[in-house]
Protein backbone atom coordinates (compact mmCIF):
# COMPACT_ATOMS: atom_id res chain seq x y z
CA UNK A 1 0.00 0.00 0.00
CA UNK A 2 1.49 3.93 -0.39
CA UNK A 3 2.53 5.64 2.12
CA UNK A 4 -0.89 7.18 3.97
CA UNK A 5 -1.09 11.01 2.64
CA UNK A 6 -4.19 13.46 4.10
CA UNK A 7 -6.56 15.05 1.69
CA UNK A 8 -8.30 18.17 3.16
CA UNK A 9 -11.90 18.81 2.32
CA UNK A 10 -13.23 21.92 1.66
CA UNK A 11 -16.96 22.02 1.25
CA UNK A 12 -19.63 23.88 -1.07
CA UNK A 13 -21.84 26.32 -0.13
CA UNK A 14 -23.63 24.37 2.48
CA UNK A 15 -20.36 24.13 4.47
CA UNK A 16 -20.29 20.99 6.37
CA UNK A 17 -18.83 17.27 5.87
CA UNK A 18 -22.35 16.03 4.49
CA UNK A 19 -22.26 16.22 0.71
CA UNK A 20 -18.77 14.27 0.77
CA UNK A 21 -19.63 11.19 2.93
CA UNK A 22 -19.89 9.20 -0.91
CA UNK A 23 -16.73 10.33 -1.99
CA UNK A 24 -14.75 10.07 1.56
CA UNK A 25 -15.74 6.18 1.42
CA UNK A 26 -14.99 5.37 -2.34
CA UNK A 27 -11.35 6.89 -1.50
CA UNK A 28 -8.32 4.51 -1.07
CA UNK A 29 -7.46 3.52 2.30
CA UNK A 30 -3.66 5.38 1.86
CA UNK A 31 -6.15 8.59 0.55
CA UNK A 32 -7.11 9.90 4.63
CA UNK A 33 -9.47 12.34 4.62
CA UNK A 34 -9.87 15.80 6.56
CA UNK A 35 -13.05 17.33 6.01
CA UNK A 36 -13.65 21.03 7.30
CA UNK A 37 -16.50 21.97 8.51
CA UNK A 38 -17.56 26.10 8.20
CA UNK A 39 -18.56 27.29 11.41
CA UNK A 40 -22.41 28.33 11.29
CA UNK A 41 -22.46 31.36 12.66
CA UNK A 42 -19.95 32.89 10.46
CA UNK A 43 -17.46 34.49 9.31
CA UNK A 44 -18.74 33.28 5.78
CA UNK A 45 -16.04 35.04 3.57
CA UNK A 46 -13.08 33.60 2.33
CA UNK A 47 -10.76 35.93 4.04
CA UNK A 48 -12.50 34.66 7.26
CA UNK A 49 -12.81 31.40 6.45
CA UNK A 50 -9.01 31.20 5.51
CA UNK A 51 -7.70 30.90 8.97
CA UNK A 52 -9.74 27.51 9.03
CA UNK A 53 -8.17 26.55 6.69
CA UNK A 54 -4.68 26.75 7.99
CA UNK A 55 -5.52 25.34 11.24
CA UNK A 56 -7.13 22.16 9.22
CA UNK A 57 -3.08 22.04 7.31
CA UNK A 58 -1.10 22.71 10.22
CA UNK A 59 0.88 20.19 11.57
CA UNK A 60 0.62 17.79 7.79
CA UNK A 61 3.43 16.45 6.50
CA UNK A 62 2.33 15.10 3.03
CA UNK A 63 -1.19 16.55 1.93
CA UNK A 64 -3.71 18.01 -0.88
CA UNK A 65 -5.99 20.27 -0.23
CA UNK A 66 -9.66 19.30 -2.55
CA UNK A 67 -11.75 22.44 -2.85
CA UNK A 68 -15.65 21.80 -3.86
CA UNK A 69 -17.33 24.27 -5.43
CA UNK A 70 -17.72 27.25 -3.34
CA UNK A 71 -14.36 26.64 -1.79
CA UNK A 72 -12.22 26.27 -5.27
CA UNK A 73 -11.02 29.94 -4.54
CA UNK A 74 -10.44 29.15 -0.90
CA UNK A 75 -8.39 26.55 -1.80
CA UNK A 76 -6.03 28.06 -4.15
CA UNK A 77 -5.24 30.92 -1.79
CA UNK A 78 -4.56 28.47 0.94
CA UNK A 79 -2.24 27.18 -1.96
CA UNK A 80 -0.76 30.44 -2.10
CA UNK A 81 1.08 31.02 0.93
CA UNK A 82 2.57 27.25 0.23
CA UNK A 83 2.06 25.73 3.12
CA UNK A 84 4.79 22.86 4.00
CA UNK A 85 3.93 19.58 3.03
CA UNK A 86 1.37 20.75 0.60
CA UNK A 87 1.86 18.24 -2.63
CA UNK A 88 -1.24 19.39 -4.65
CA UNK A 89 -4.46 21.20 -5.25
CA UNK A 90 -7.60 19.44 -6.50
CA UNK A 91 -10.61 22.03 -7.76
CA UNK A 92 -13.85 20.31 -8.23
CA UNK A 93 -16.51 22.53 -10.03
CA UNK A 94 -15.60 25.40 -8.83
CA UNK A 95 -13.97 28.80 -10.29
CA UNK A 96 -10.96 31.83 -9.73
CA UNK A 97 -14.24 34.37 -10.33
CA UNK A 98 -17.94 34.42 -9.94
CA UNK A 99 -18.89 31.19 -12.13
CA UNK A 100 -21.54 34.16 -14.09
CA UNK A 101 -19.79 36.83 -14.31
CA UNK A 102 -22.90 39.01 -15.55
CA UNK A 103 -24.34 37.67 -11.42
CA UNK A 104 -21.38 39.51 -10.02
CA UNK A 105 -22.98 42.32 -10.00
CA UNK A 106 -26.17 41.18 -8.69
CA UNK A 107 -24.53 39.91 -5.55
CA UNK A 108 -25.75 41.80 -2.89
CA UNK A 109 -29.12 40.36 -4.19
CA UNK A 110 -27.94 37.36 -2.28
CA UNK A 111 -29.97 37.64 1.02
CA UNK A 112 -31.72 35.69 3.29
CA UNK A 113 -35.45 35.53 1.32
CA UNK A 114 -34.12 34.52 -1.76
CA UNK A 115 -31.47 31.42 -0.06
CA UNK A 116 -34.84 30.33 1.70
CA UNK A 117 -35.92 29.08 -2.27
CA UNK A 118 -32.79 26.58 -1.99
CA UNK A 119 -34.49 23.63 -1.03
CA UNK A 120 -37.19 23.87 -3.67
CA UNK A 121 -34.53 24.58 -6.34
CA UNK A 122 -32.17 21.93 -5.23
CA UNK A 123 -35.17 19.59 -5.82
CA UNK A 124 -35.87 21.18 -9.71
CA UNK A 125 -32.27 20.68 -10.44
CA UNK A 126 -32.27 17.21 -9.47
CA UNK A 127 -35.98 16.41 -11.49
CA UNK A 128 -34.66 18.40 -14.89
CA UNK A 129 -31.42 16.59 -14.28
CA UNK A 130 -32.65 13.10 -13.34
CA UNK A 131 -29.84 12.23 -10.90
CA UNK A 132 -32.59 12.68 -7.68
CA UNK A 133 -32.49 9.88 -5.60
CA UNK A 134 -33.80 9.39 -2.19
CA UNK A 135 -30.24 9.56 -0.60
CA UNK A 136 -29.22 12.69 -2.23
CA UNK A 137 -32.68 14.27 -1.30
CA UNK A 138 -31.60 13.58 2.25
CA UNK A 139 -28.54 14.53 2.39
CA UNK A 140 -29.82 17.96 0.67
CA UNK A 141 -32.47 18.22 3.51
CA UNK A 142 -30.24 17.70 6.30
CA UNK A 143 -27.05 20.00 4.79
CA UNK A 144 -30.74 23.07 5.09
CA UNK A 145 -31.57 21.85 8.17
CA UNK A 146 -27.86 22.70 9.69
CA UNK A 147 -27.35 25.65 7.97
CA UNK A 148 -29.11 28.95 8.00
CA UNK A 149 -30.45 30.69 4.96
CA UNK A 150 -28.83 33.94 5.67
CA UNK A 151 -25.21 31.78 5.86
CA UNK A 152 -25.96 30.31 2.40
CA UNK A 153 -26.62 34.02 1.05
CA UNK A 154 -23.28 35.13 2.71
CA UNK A 155 -21.26 32.75 1.17
CA UNK A 156 -23.22 33.15 -2.28
CA UNK A 157 -22.40 37.18 -2.32
CA UNK A 158 -18.44 35.94 -1.43
CA UNK A 159 -18.86 33.83 -4.13
CA UNK A 160 -20.03 36.03 -6.80
CA UNK A 161 -17.48 38.86 -5.71
CA UNK A 162 -14.27 36.78 -5.26
CA UNK A 163 -11.53 37.30 -7.57
CA UNK A 164 -8.95 34.28 -6.85
CA UNK A 165 -6.32 34.83 -10.03
CA UNK A 166 -3.85 36.16 -8.09
CA UNK A 167 -3.60 33.51 -5.52
CA UNK A 168 -3.86 30.90 -8.67
CA UNK A 169 -0.39 32.45 -10.17
CA UNK A 170 1.47 32.36 -6.98
CA UNK A 171 0.41 28.37 -6.37
CA UNK A 172 3.19 26.37 -6.60
CA UNK A 173 2.08 22.95 -6.64
CA UNK A 174 0.21 21.09 -9.86
CA UNK A 175 -3.84 21.92 -9.59
CA UNK A 176 -6.31 18.93 -10.90
CA UNK A 177 -9.49 20.73 -12.28
CA UNK A 178 -12.21 17.88 -11.72
CA UNK A 179 -14.80 19.02 -13.93
CA UNK A 180 -19.02 17.82 -14.05
CA UNK A 181 -19.73 16.65 -17.60
CA UNK A 182 -23.42 18.22 -17.22
CA UNK A 183 -22.79 21.58 -14.67
CA UNK A 184 -25.32 23.87 -15.18
CA UNK A 185 -24.20 25.50 -11.73
CA UNK A 186 -20.60 26.39 -12.97
CA UNK A 187 -20.23 25.92 -16.83
CA UNK A 188 -17.42 24.63 -18.50
CA UNK A 189 -15.56 27.48 -19.01
CA UNK A 190 -14.55 27.95 -15.50
CA UNK A 191 -12.45 24.63 -15.78
CA UNK A 192 -10.14 26.82 -18.59
CA UNK A 193 -10.11 29.55 -16.24
CA UNK A 194 -8.51 27.95 -13.39
CA UNK A 195 -6.22 26.32 -15.31
CA UNK A 196 -5.00 29.26 -17.54
CA UNK A 197 -4.69 30.71 -13.78
CA UNK A 198 -2.45 28.03 -12.05
CA UNK A 199 1.02 27.80 -13.37
CA UNK A 200 0.59 24.14 -13.84
CA UNK A 201 -2.97 22.83 -14.04
CA UNK A 202 -4.85 19.97 -15.90
CA UNK A 203 -8.51 18.95 -16.43
CA UNK A 204 -10.33 16.16 -15.65
CA UNK A 205 -13.92 15.34 -16.38
CA UNK A 206 -16.32 12.94 -14.80
CA UNK A 207 -19.73 12.02 -15.60
CA UNK A 208 -22.51 13.79 -13.76
CA UNK A 209 -24.08 17.17 -12.08
CA UNK A 210 -22.45 20.09 -10.18
CA UNK A 211 -22.86 17.32 -7.49
CA UNK A 212 -21.04 14.94 -9.26
CA UNK A 213 -18.78 13.84 -6.47
CA UNK A 214 -21.83 13.12 -4.83
CA UNK A 215 -23.11 11.47 -7.57
CA UNK A 216 -20.55 9.57 -8.58
CA UNK A 217 -18.08 9.40 -6.25
CA UNK A 218 -16.22 6.14 -7.57
CA UNK A 219 -14.75 8.25 -10.88
CA UNK A 220 -13.65 11.23 -8.33
CA UNK A 221 -12.24 9.10 -5.95
CA UNK A 222 -10.61 6.86 -8.96
CA UNK A 223 -9.29 10.54 -10.54
CA UNK A 224 -8.13 12.20 -7.02
CA UNK A 225 -5.95 9.23 -6.55
CA UNK A 226 -4.74 8.86 -9.96
CA UNK A 227 -3.47 12.71 -9.85
CA UNK A 228 -1.61 12.24 -6.29
CA UNK A 229 0.11 8.88 -7.49
CA UNK A 230 1.46 11.24 -10.60
CA UNK A 231 2.48 14.33 -8.01
CA UNK A 232 4.11 11.34 -6.22
CA UNK A 233 5.85 9.79 -9.45
CA UNK A 234 7.11 13.04 -10.86
Not at 10 to 31: C, E, H, K, V, Y
Not at 171 to 181: C, D, F, G, I, K
Request: charged fraction near 15%; charge should be positive.
Amino acid sequence: MPKPLTLVLLPGLDGTSILFRPFMQALPAWIQPRCVEYPAAGPHDYAGLLPEVRAACSGLSDFVILGWSFSGPLALMAAAESPPGLRGVVICASFVRAPLLPLRWLRWGAVAPLARLGPPLARLLMSIGGYGSDELRNDQAESFRRVTASAFAARARAALGVDARAAAASSRVPVLYLAASHDIVVPRWNAAAVTAAVPHGEIVMIRGPHLALRTNPKAGADAVAQFVARLRSA
